[in-house]
């Protein structure tokens, strides 16, 4: 493990887990081999399998939810009682390599407020996922101006005190890393990205392609009005005025009549744009008191 030595520092690691136990018997020795002054917080999320058993095992710190309230709700238990000035979070499942610890600690003593773990194209899970991430990314990069280059990655390093500034914005499930990176974005936080290695999965994915693509459609949007909701609104008020106008020059020239289609796209555009506007300030009070 490279650098560890520089890296034993007092780091709070952060491990959501659902029923993860084969995969949990390999990592946390990795970590208390690798890390043995740092704090290991394992948050048993409803595991219906010997996961609590095999924590029993191990001198880390358990934070048992006797009923699953979801990915992001672990990061969120795990986050309320790290007691370290930075957390790393990181899936159970075995993916992540803790060699890979260091670079996103490297990250936050440089500067960085939150660096994430990218995964390139062989990290992720197959292809239709691939192909999902790109786009998020691509969309993200568009809506901040920044260039995101894993929107979704669960492998992070963030200094605690900045993250629990937007706890209450994160969901339950599996989206808080799109949330929690773009909060830090739409604040001025410095955010890094540090390409990392990611290993096929150990155990059954939680992730269900109908529900979860639904859920990642939704993620889009909750890019945009994390961010900015006038850059997603605008556009959209901009394509109904035109098209009313198109429709209104059509019918003056054809019929020499003004529409109730052409007032419609008029009166849309508008309201659109309203609710962008209003969408656009709330956002700007939510974030008014960080730094």
Do not use: C
């Given at each position: ?11 709070s690691i ?35 399998d ?7 095992k ?6 048992t939810?006797?009923t699953?309230r ?48 990218s ?60 949330t ?55 556009p ?21 009549v ?34």
């Open positions: 493990m490279s650098n560890v030595e520089d890296h034993r520092q007092n780091i952060v491990i959501p887990a659902k029923n993860e136990a084969k995969s949990l018997v390999t990592l946390l020795p990795q970590l208390k081999k690798g890390f043995p002054n740092s704090e290991i917080i394992v948050v048993n999320d409803g595991s219906i010997n996961t609590k058993e095999e924590l029993l191990y001198e880390v710190k358990v934070i939810h006797h699953s979801g990915n992001g709700a672990a990061v969120k238990s795990g986050a309320r009682v790290a007691s370290s000035e930075i957390i790393v979070f990181m899936d159970g499942d075995g993916q992540h390599d803790p060699e890979d610890i260091p670079k996103l600690i490297d990250e936050i003593n440089n500067g960085a407020d939150l660096a994430v773990g995964r390139n194209k062989k990290g992720q899970a197959n292809i239709a996922r691939g192909v999902a991430n790109a786009f998020y990314n691509w969309f993200a990069s568009k809506v901040t101006g920044f260039p995101v280059e894993d929107l979704t990655s669960g492998f992070r390093a963030v200094k605690a005190d900045k993250f629990r500034e937007f706890i209450y914005l994160l969901p339950n499930g599996f989206s808080y890393p799109t929690s990176t773009m909060a830090f974005l739409r604040s001025g936080f410095n955010v890094s990205f540090v390409p990392i290695a990611v290993s096929k999965r150990r155990g059954k994915s939680h992730l269900r392609p109908i529900r979860d693509g639904v859920r990642f459609l939704i993620i889009i949007f909750k890019i945009a009005t994390l961010y900015s909701p006038l850059k997603v609104f605008l959209i008020a901009a394509l109904s005025f035109f098209l009313g106008l198109a429709r209104y020059l059509y019918t003056y020239l054809t019929m020499g003004f529409t109730n289609m052409s007032a419609l796209l008029f009166v849309t555009s508008v309201q659109i744009f309203l609710i962008g506007l209003v969408s656009e300030q709330i956002t700007a009070l939510i974030y008014k008191d960080t730094k």
